[in-house]
């Protein structure tokens, strides 16, 4: 079992920075890779960025400019941030553990969300 918490969402204006933050209740180099995803209303859950075990991030195309990925792997903390943001980025941020091939399953976990709403 796999728990995640994630924070730091909240409302901010266009242009503005933002940071997020996952707990994991694990150590986070003992997953895959640990996710960032966003979900804007109406449309689905696409991935922003991601940190493999080894501490190698990948993003999207259209994420590298504005969002980086980061860890405390001390802490079983990963971060979004989140610069320059744009009012298409407002959405849910989920945190997302992925567990293929671990003991701890194969389904991975997701946390329960954090709201991101940029205004203009």
């Known amino acids: 079992q796999v728990q995640l918490v994630e924070s730091g969402g909240g409302l901010v204006q266009t242009g503005d920075s933002l940071s997020l933050s996952c707990v994991a209740s694990?150590?986070?180099?003992?997953?895959?890779?640990m996710d960032w995803y966003r979900q804007a209303p109406g449309k689905q859950r696409e991935l922003v960025a991601g940190?493999?075990?080894?501490?190698?991030?990948r993003y999207p195309d259209s994420m590298k400019e504005r969002f980086t990925i980061s860890r405390d792997v001390a802490e079983n903390t990963v971060y979004l941030q989140m610069d320059n943001l744009k009012r298409e980025d407002t959405g849910v941020y989920y945190c997302?553990?992925?567990?293929?091939?671990?003991?701890?399953?194969?389904?991975?976990?997701w946390g329960q969300g954090t709201q991101v709403t940029v205004s203009s």
């Open positions: 997302h553990a992925d567990t293929v091939g671990t003991s701890y399953g194969e389904t991975g976990y």
């Open positions: 694990v150590s986070i180099t003992s997953v895959n890779a």
């Open positions: 940190i493999g075990s080894n501490g190698v991030s």
